[in-house]
């Protein structure tokens, strides 16, 4: 499982980028199945496969942006299936905006997230999958009352999927952290000989990285803007 940094429409471009890297590392590694977040159904009940890239919706979204469509075209370039996995909701003129914002709605869409991939995991149980979410739905880790995506999968299939966070550096309130300035300071050398970005397993990171929540490893880099 790994993320992308988005704020509404505003996303950290940099961890598209990476995402498609990753691609193209993973199909080395035998994958051949992509499961999205962003992705719409192809029929009801039908998670896929999706073998074209889907058209871009009349309203916009995720799917009209061109780096998550180079995304998808480098996975269907090397001949995956893409697979869906949101939770099936209706949203019409009557539905309160405060009810999609609870945490009971939080925690419900999480739970259809897990149960939804376990079916797309349960109909090739030999064959590996890579699952692209948005910024903590990966997390492994409970939270308070937040009880994230990548918690529930392992806890409905047995698995305990690696997970890869891109989000750490990523600057959503304008400004970078001081923590986050000082860790990419200590780093400048490790970071400009790989083109600004690179990514350690956590065990084996230096602080605060090592003790990063529900993730197996992490992605630093310099290009961390929302846009």
């Known amino acids: 499982m790994a993320n992308e940094a988005r704020n509404g429409l505003a996303r950290c471009i940099r961890t598209r980028d990476v995402g498609a890297r990753m691609i193209r590392a993973a199909h080395q590694a035998g994958v051949r199945r992509l499961a999205m977040e962003a992705l719409p159904w192809p029929a009801p009940d039908t998670p896929g496969p999706i073998v074209a890239i889907p058209p871009i919706p009349d309203r916009g979204g995720y799917l009209a942006q061109p780096d998550m469509r180079r995304l998808i075209t480098a996975a269907l370039e090397l001949g995956w299936s893409l697979w869906a996995y949101e939770a099936v909701f209706d949203i019409t003129a009557q539905t309160d905006p405060a009810q999609t914002l609870s945490m009971e709605f939080t925690n419900w869409r999480e739970r259809e997230h897990a149960g939804n991939l376990c079916r797309v995991r349960a109909a090739a149980p030999a064959e590996p999958l890579l699952v692209w979410c948005g ?93």
Do not use: Y
């Open 135 to 227: 910024n903590g739905h990966a997390c492994k880790q409970e939270d308070s009352d937040w009880v994230p995506m990548g918690w529930q999968f392992r806890a409905l299939s047995g698995t305990d999927p690696f997970v890869i966070d891109q989000t750490m550096s990523v600057t959503f309130e304008g400004q970078p952290q001081p923590w986050v300035q000082a860790l990419l300071a200590s780093l400048g050398g490790t970071l400009a000989a790989h083109g600004g970005t690179a990514g350690i397993l956590r065990d084996q990171a230096p602080a605060p990285l090592n003790s990063w929540p529900g993730v197996d490893a992490v992605i630093v880099s310099t290009e961390n803007s929302l846009t």
